[in-house]
């Protein structure tokens, strides 16, 4: 059996759109606006199904082009108050839950490229008063990670130390960047 195909047969009424998937029910607001597209799957809701009783944490979508399967995790809070062992625990009980779903429909995982995304909201200036002391602080992180991302990938959340046998590529990055990522993806 095709990846695509059983998410396409056996959880169609499980699509939704990046603002659906998006929504942070506590705070009733939604990270990305975009309902153009009706491609990502809930995965959420396909967890909620699948364990009935009690749900193990998991990434909110998937999303599905060719061999690549899209993990994504959405955060409505900036990098810095978002907890590494959250991230990390949805990290690994999503690649549990999708190499299950694989082995239980003869699915050959290792066909398929698995990408853990992480989206999270931007860094904000809150005051002019501080505007040109940020932007100091901002360039001095911007020319450290660029000199650090020589060495490495920028991968956040201690995802960079993490074994990563199931997904080929991890990815990190605010809303806006992750937007930028999007369009280069979709146009491929």
């Not at 606006?33 to 364990?51: A, C």
């Not at 995790?73 to 907890?83: D, G, L, R, V």
């Not at 200036?125 to 000199?147: D, G, V």
């Amino acid at each position: 059996m095709d990846f695509e195909k059983l998410f396409e047969n056996k959880y169609k009424d499980f699509k939704a759109t990046f603002r659906e998937t998006s929504f942070d029910p506590r705070n009733d607001k939604y990270l990305c606006n975009s309902e153009k597209e009706k491609n990502l799957f809930n995965f959420d809701k396909i967890v909620k199904i699948k364990f009935p009783k009690k749900q193990p944490s998991s990434v909110d979508s998937i999303l599905i082009k060719n061999k690549k399967i899209y993990c994504i995790e959405f955060k409505n809070s900036t990098a810095k108050k978002i907890k590494n062992d959250n991230i990390r625990k949805k990290h690994h009980n999503s690649a549990d839950i999708l190499t299950q779903i694989c082995n239980e429909n003869k699915i050959d995982k290792t066909k398929y490229e698995f990408i853990y995304c992480v989206v999270f909201k931007p860094y904000k200036i809150q005051s002019k008063r501080f505007s040109n002391r940020a932007s100091k602080y901002k360039n001095k992180i911007r020319k450290q990670k660029e000199q650090k991302s020589a060495v490495t990938s920028n991968i956040l959340f201690g995802l960079e130390n993490e074994n990563n046998e199931f997904y080929q590529e991890v990815i990190t990055k605010n809303v806006n960047e992750f937007a930028r990522y999007y369009v280069k993806y979709k146009n491929k």
